[in-house]
């Protein structure tokens, strides 16, 4: 469910050191990027920046890690930007990734549905009015074994483990950072906006299983409105800790096991598995859903109009 945001005076609360790991970070300059990351769709990569959609309508990219997470427990560290010209009305919206496969498009957040792994989803633009009470911007977290889908119609509300609202991360001026981690099978999420010195706790869930071996993308996706989703750095760091009475070892193999997470919501028990309607498209829907009606009403008229005529004339002869 929805956390109440908290001020925190640091992004992480653990015991003992961690170490950037640069074969799964991405930080200036990016032309090349090594052979460690790869990209496609309407991203533009440049020496500042990985724009994985411009501020232009239908657009979708991902940017992937081409290397596998064998660490069981990491934090990333990423500096991004939301923005575009639109005032009131933009999306869609970006996506972190830990999963199975990568670099494939589909309609989440540019990204293929039913994914196996973790989704982290920095939501600009609000799909689903009557399915929620939370504002947007809004970030959420989900995890799944590949069997359930996350429903865009419904900002995937019912397949949340957590999220937060009153994340102003769409600015055209500042830049803005989250902290991703995942330590001793819990699953933080902060963030921190411009030049605010402290984190934000935005959620903390514990009981989260996943493998390693799993590969740390993003994909952004714009519809009838827009946004740039830009990524300015991707700081990934190895966690060490001491273990504590009933944590899991660092030694214990999970590379077979499946992504796991204790829900607080059921998903749906229809999700929807085929294309999002995105940013824009339900009001086009309910319109051409308008005419439609109007022109049964008009044709159902027409054709009574007609019947009453033929028997006046019957009556008349």
């Known amino acids: ?24 970070s991405l930080v200036k300059p990016f032309a090349g990027m090594d052979g ?44 991004f930007q939301v923005h575009g ?6 999306g869609d919206g970006f996506a972190f990734w830990y999963t199975k496969s990568r670099m494939e498009t589909g ?18 633009y609000n799909n689903a009015y009557d399915q929620h009470d939370h504002e ?15 429903n ?70 714009t519809g009838d409105l827009t946004d740039n989703h830009d990524i300015l750095a991707v700081k990934t760091f190895e966690l060490y800790g001491q273990n504590t009475e009933g944590a899991p070892k660092d030694e214990e193999d999970r590379s077979k096991i499946s992504p796991f997470a204790a829900r607080t919501e059921k998903p749906s028990d229809a999700p929807n598995t085929g294309s999002p309607k995105s940013s824009g498209s339900n009001v086009l829907f309910y319109l051409f859903a308008f005419i439609i009606i109007v022109c049964v009403i008009a044709l159902l008229g027409f054709l009574y109009h007609q019947q009453t005529e033929r028997k006046k004339n019957k009556t008349f002869f």
């Open 152 to 221: 865009h119609d419904e900002d995937g509300t019912h397949g949340a483990l957590s999220g937060c609202a009153g994340v102003a991360f769409r600015d055209p001026e500042y830049i803005s950072h989250a902290s991703i981690t995942y330590y001793m099978d819990t699953l933080s999420l902060f963030t921190r906006h411009g030049d605010e010195p402290d984190w934000v706790k935005c959620f903390e869930i514990s009981g989260v299983q996943l493998p390693t071996g799993y590969y740390l993308g993003f994909s952004a996706a």
């Open 136 to 150: 947007h911007p809004y970030i959420s977290a989900m995890v799944s074994n590949g069997t359930f889908a996350y």
């Open 85 to 90: 010209h639109g005032d009131e009305l933009f």
């Open 36 to 79: 460690l990351w790869d990209f496609t769709g309407h991203t533009v990569v440049t020496g500042e920046l990985v724009r994985l959609t411009s501020d232009r309508q239908s657009q979708n990219g991902h940017v992937w890690n081409s290397v596998p997470v064998y660490m069981r427990h990491w934090e990333v560290r990423l500096t």
């Open 107 to 124: 309609p989440v957040f540019g990204s293929r549905n039913h994914f196996s792994g973790l989704g982290v989803f920095f939501d600009t």
């Open 1 to 24: 469910g929805d956390e109440t945001v908290e001020y925190q005076e640091s992004s992480t609360n653990r015991a003992g050191s961690d170490y950037m790991r640069r074969e799964h």
